[in-house]
């Protein structure tokens, strides 16, 4: 750069034109020595965050420095110490099983976190890989889903389903290309459970009223978080090793490989004599180095003795054969059919615990009556199949969960009637209720009586749905729950319609 006359010149200089051309000339220089300045700096931020971001996983796994995880990692665990933890405080305090289920839960986060650092720092597996490292959470997602089967007499049922129905949205990792949708329709699953939460706590407890909402939040955080770094599926790294199935580290409970088997000892033969082994090595190689002369001691076998030009030789018994049996493998151990299966079933139960009857387990059952009731029990039953149930008197709720082909008739109820899981049941009322909620049902025949009209029934992912009202001469209409609807935008919002079935 030249001389910058700003600095030398004297004060007689500024009435010469050239010293005003080269003043504002060496203005420009120096503003232009501080932009490139800046754009230094910034570059050097820039490359900064790229190392950072390049670095992979933490320093339990990945090539990065120690401590350093991807962005979309450090988002992860954003939601475990936001929504997740505070679940897990929330469930801490309520105790008994939900804490229990929480703990399983805690262990899920955890191991999705270690797949998402291996996917920081490594290139997509192959199929047979990838369900390697997706087994961890696989198997705690089964772990919550049959620890609810195993406690369906809980008081706290309600959370525990809310909790298994929903666990299946941490296997967005493999639902490509649309994983948000996935967890949307996982979170949607669990709102018929969580909603009974809330009816039941929010007057007594308001503890459980904000397990809801953070549990729930959780899956919010979540699809927001794919959206922004997992919008067609799981991000893998475009450089690094390609993942292996190697089993998971001890951070997701899979214990550590064991040591390789010792080495082969070369010395031994097949038949056990380590003295005899090199003599029948070198037998073997010195007939090998014949050449052409090694097929002098074959027996020549005429036509008379070939078996595809004598089927009758096949037929024929021939020598036992001694010697070492050749290697098979293992034939796999036959599963139990079905019908063995099917023999092992849980002994049937129809008694009250607590306010609760608790009618499960019954096949063929016909004529089971409760009759002894009152107005703050409720019924509960469970995978009743080819059966009826009467329920006299008044009640306040009924529940029917997983049957088959029941058929129920009950007086009065002040709360609830709720089909879940069912298959080809009927319900009649000869008394009053309020509502029928039917969810997740193939097939229900809904019977009202005259002071039951006003009746609501709320339909939800079922199908085959019929209400018989009754008329003036006793006799029943069918009516079809509608299955089909048309929705259409009106210009300020979505307008549903119900359509007649076609056919």
Not at 51 to 59: C, F, L, N
Not at 259 to 287: C, I, K, T, V, Y
Not at 343 to 350: A, G, N, R, S, Y
């Amino acid at each position: 750069m030249g001389k910058c006359f700003l600095l030398t010149s004297d004060i007689n200089d500024c009435r010469n034109p050239e010293y005003h051309f080269r003043r504002n000339q060496c203005l420009s220089n120096l503003a232009g020595m501080a932009e490139l300045a800046s754009l230094v700096q910034r570059l050097e931020l820039a490359v900064g965050r790229l190392e950072a971001v390049s670095g992979g996983g933490a320093s339990s796994g990945g090539s990065g420095s120690p401590g350093v995880v991807s962005a979309y990692v450090e988002a992860y665990d954003g939601i475990i110490t936001g929504a997740v933890a505070q679940y897990l405080t929330l469930s801490q305090q309520i105790g008994g099983d939900v804490q229990k289920h929480a703990d399983m839960m805690k262990q899920a986060f955890s191991c999705q976190r270690q797949l998402l650092v291996t996917a920081s720092c490594s290139q997509k597996p192959t199929d047979a890989a990838l369900s390697a490292l997706l087994a961890p959470v696989s198997k705690v997602i089964q772990q919550v889903q049959t620890f609810r089967e195993q406690n369906r007499s809980s008081p706290l049922f309600n959370h525990l389903s809310a909790v298994s129905e929903s666990v299946p949205a941490l296997g967005w990792v493999a639902m490509a290309p649309m994983p948000g949708p996935y967890v949307k329709e996982m979170q949607d699953a669990a709102q018929f459970y969580t909603n009974r939460v809330l009816k039941d706590y929010k007057e007594k407890d308001p503890k459980h009223v904000e397990w809801v909402k953070a549990y729930v939040s959780i899956w919010t955080d979540l699809q927001n978080y794919i959206k922004q770094h997992h919008t067609t599926g799981l991000v893998w790294s475009k450089s690094g090793p390609v993942a292996s199935g190697a089993p998971a580290p001890p951070a997701c409970g899979a214990p550590p490989p064991g040591p390789p088997p010792p080495p082969m000892d070369l010395s031994m033969s097949s038949g056990g004599g380590g003295d005899q082994g090199p003599d029948e090595r070198n037998a073997l190689f010195a007939a090998l180095n014949k050449g052409a002369d090694i097929t002098k001691g074959l027996k020549h076998v005429s036509k008379d003795q070939m078996t595809h030009k004598n089927p009758n030789l096949k037929t024929q018994t021939g020598p036992v054969r001694t010697g070492a049996k050749p290697f098979t493998s293992p034939k796999p151990t036959a599963k139990a059919s079905p019908a063995a299966a099917a023999t092992h079933k849980l002994p049937p139960v129809m008694e009250l615990d607590g306010k609760k009857w608790k009618v499960e387990n019954q096949e063929g059952a016909q004529g089971l009556v409760i009759s002894d009731t009152e107005l703050k029990q409720v019924v509960y039953a469970f995978k009743c199949n080819h059966s009826t149930l009467q329920v006299k008197g008044k009640i306040n709720s009924i529940t029917l969960d997983n049957c088959k082909k029941l058929g129920l008739v009950f007086d009065d109820v002040v709360g609830i009637i709720e089909v879940i899981n069912c298959r080809d049941v009927k319900i009649q009322v000869t008394g009053k209720v309020p509502t029928i909620s039917i969810n997740k049902t193939d097939g229900c025949h809904v019977y009202l009586s005259k002071d039951s009209l006003e009746c609501e029934i709320v339909s939800a992912k079922s199908s085959e749905m019929n209400v018989l009202v009754p008329g003036k001469d006793g006799d029943y209409t069918e009516l079809p729950v509608p299955e089909q609807f048309k929705t259409v935008w009106d210009g300020s919002k979505l307008v549903t319609t119900c359509t007649e079935i076609a056919g």
